[in-house]
């Protein structure tokens, strides 16, 4: 039973929000979805009549291109950051419960070890770093707030690296994929599942979130192409092979045991989601076909 009966979801047209509105529609509270174009989260006075029509806020908005952000840097820390000093502030006054949604990007990847909640992060990327002042912003202010890092995230609603891979494959010719990069692909089904968890528990504090079970990039595409009966030529790379503006890190991999612990749903495997998420794509025609 959610102890709120009006939620705000900042970002919540965008891939998460989309999902989460729906889950906590479908749980029968009144919940609003704020996003762009009509609602600026930088722009303090549409924040404060968020917040204030709100007994929760999650939020899911960001300025989410990471190699954008390193040609954006101002833009970026406006929207991860700056916004969430504002957020904090304006939820301290009202009493209001946040949850606010982060990333593995504020970790560098050098550890050989799954993240947990207290290592110290140490972001390669301007997306990675104004995450991270966002996250501090929102533990620090004096409002009921949890932050929740995600990872590799897909989902029915907007573009992510699982569609952008079907395109690929639709495209025709052989495909190359990082084998160099470990987590877990994360079905924002099951990220919302959580957060509504942590909502109904009044969960404060800072928490990872990922599918169950560890793997790369290059294992996620073959399972793809294993799951839709696709033949492909279907090759190994290394993320250096591909410089980008902005620096991953090589190893997402997050250490679950802390939100495993309050969680009454066990994580769901992450081969397991993606494959219902696959089957649901074909259900609804959305698979692209092969040119
Ligand atoms: N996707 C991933 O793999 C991933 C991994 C780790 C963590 N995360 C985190 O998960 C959360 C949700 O991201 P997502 O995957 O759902 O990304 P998304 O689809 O890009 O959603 C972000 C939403 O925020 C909106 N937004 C951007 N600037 C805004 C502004 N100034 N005011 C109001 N809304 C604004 C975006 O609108 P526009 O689309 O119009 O810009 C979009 O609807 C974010 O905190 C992200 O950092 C995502």
């Given at each position: 039973m959610l102890p709120f009966s009006k939620?705000?979801?900042?970002?919540?047209?965008?891939?998460?929000?989309?999902?989460?509105?729906?889950?906590?529609?479908?749980?029968?509270?009144?919940?609003t979805a704020y996003d762009l174009p009509e609602f600026d989260i930088c722009n303090e006075s549409q924040l404060a009549d968020a917040v204030g029509d709100a007994d929760a806020v999650?939020?899911?908005?960001a300025y989410t291109n990471v190699d954008g952000a390193e040609a954006q840097p101002n833009v970026a820390e406006a929207v991860n950051a700056g916004a969430m000093t504002a957020l904090g502030?304006?939820?301290a006054r009202a009493h209001t419960h946040v949850i606010h949604v982060s990333t593995d990007f504020v970790f560098n990847g050098a550890s050989d070890r799954p993240y947990n909640e207290d290592d110290d992060p140490s972001p390669l990327s301007v997306y990675g770093k104004t995450k991270l002042r966002g996250e501090r912003a929102v533990l620090g202010a004096d409002c009921p707030a949890a932050v929740v890092r995600v990872q590799w995230t897909f989902g029915q609603a907007g573009n992510n690296f699982i569609t952008k891979f079907l395109e690929?494959?639709?495209?025709?010719?052989?495909?190359?994929?990082?084998?160099?990069?470990?987590?877990?692909?994360?079905?924002?089904h099951d990220v919302s599942h959580a957060l509504i968890e942590l909502l109904e528990q009044q969960t404060t504090g800072l928490y990872h979130f990922a599918a169950s079970g560890y793997t790369t990039r290059y294992s996620v595409a073959e399972h793809i192409l294993d799951v839709l009966g696709l033949k492909r030529n279907l090759a190994p790379c290394r993320t250096a092979d591909f410089p980008a503006a902005a620096e991953r890190p090589l190893n997402s991999r997050f250490d679950c045991t802390k939100i495993d612990s309050i969680l009454t749903r066990p994580r769901p495997a992450w081969k397991d989601s993606l494959t219902t998420f696959l089957e649901e794509l074909k259900d609804n025609g959305r698979i692209p076909a092969p040119t």
């Open positions: 939620i705000a979801v900042l970002g919540g047209r965008g891939m998460l929000g989309t999902e989460l509105c729906c889950q906590l529609a479908a749980r029968g509270v009144t919940v999650v939020n899911c908005a502030e304006l939820a690929r494959v639709a495209g025709g010719g052989d495909l190359l994929m990082v084998d160099d990069q470990h987590g877990a692909p994360t079905w924002t």
